[in-house]
């Protein structure tokens, strides 16, 4: 099958999961799939890798710098393999936001590249107020407050709709 290159920007942690989660499902598929840190500034050689997919969290409504860099420094090889883009963010929690039409995140991010993944994705993430410093579980608390989402400091609530993931690991198979 393919030799898959999937490459995320993780802010918490949560978006590698659930890149390790379409990874097992492109893997189940008889792929061979790779993760790499962007933050680790992976070089990619043309020829290296079947399919591209980058995954990227949300952290105040932008993407990580690093990822626009990337995708700045590396559109040429994207566009020669199949590709997929995915963002995780917690206004994908709500169902009117949930989808890379509606998502205002990723359609932000989008008008900003040049590059036009050909599958795109959007996952809800999760909030995980305990592991959170004092300035950002305030920040994000207030945010959700304003937003009618948990506030609960104690809490850590996972919106992830796994299912949804495991679908997007498949369209990527099937690229």
């Not at 799939?33 to 591209?52: E, S, Y």
């Not at 393999?81 to 989808?99: D, G, I």
């Not at 920040?139 to 400091?153: C, E, Q």
């Not at 809490?155 to 949804?164: G, R």
Request: proline content about 6%; some cysteine.
């Amino acid at each position: 099958m393919a030799k898959i290159l999937i490459l995320y920007s993780t802010t918490d942690g949560h978006t590698v999961e659930i890149c390790k989660r379409i990874k097992q499902t492109a893997e189940a598929l008889g792929n061979d799939v790779q993760l790499l840190d962007l933050k680790d500034d992976p070089q990619l050689a043309a020829g290296t890798f079947d399919k591209i997919v980058i995954g990227a969290s949300i952290r105040y409504g932008k993407h990580q710098p690093l990822v626009n860099d990337f995708i700045s420094k590396n559109q040429a090889i994207l566009e020669e393999h199949p590709n997929a883009l995915f963002s995780v963010n917690v206004v994908a929690r709500k169902p009117e936001k949930n989808t890379p039409e509606t998502n205002p995140y990723l359609q932000k991010f989008l008008q900003k590249i040049d590059w036009k993944p050909q599958l795109l994705g959007v996952f809800a993430g999760r909030i995980d107020y305990p592991s959170l410093g004092f300035i950002d579980k305030h920040m994000i608390r207030l945010i959700m407050w304003i937003t009618k989402g948990p506030t609960d400091p104690t809490l850590t609530v996972e919106f992830t709709d796994w299912s949804k993931v495991e679908a997007f690991g498949r369209e990527i198979s099937a690229l």
